[in-house]
């Protein structure tokens, strides 16, 4: 059974920093992308940034400049790194893994940015 399980979340102060890991077990396969998803309370589920085979990497507008994705899809290992955090950023942090057939999700992990 497939299982992404992600770490690093917690409380920190506006400008401060955090960075989320994900690995996952159980697979037989590479994931071709992975990423970080977040919804906030009240709000949709939104995408935060992706990694490709190969290393190509994406990140929302919002966060540009300030979270970093970074990983291994050939390990299947993601992380992300979160500088100048705002209180707006404030949410559950989903992992997310495809392998080509179906998605794939992460438990979440509470980030709160709070003075």
């Known amino acids: 059974q497939v299982q992404l399980v992600e770490s690093g979340g917690g409380f920190v102060q506006p400008g401060g920093s955090l960075r989320l890991s994900c690995s996952a077990s159980g697979t037989r396969f590479n994931f071709a992308v992975m990423g970080w998803y977040r919804q906030a309370p009240g709000k949709q589920r939104e995408l935060v940034a992706t990694i490709i085979t190969g290393g190509a990497t994406k990140h929302v507008e919002s966060v540009k400049g300030r979270f970093t994705i970074s990983g291994d899809t050939a390990k299947n290992t993601v992380y992300l790194q979160m500088d100048s955090l705002k209180p707006e950023d404030t949410a559950v942090y989903y992992c997310?893994?495809?392998?080509?057939?179906?998605?794939?999700w992460g438990q979440g992990t509470q980030v709160t940015v709070s003075s």
């Open positions: 997310w893994g495809n392998g080509g057939v179906r998605d794939y």
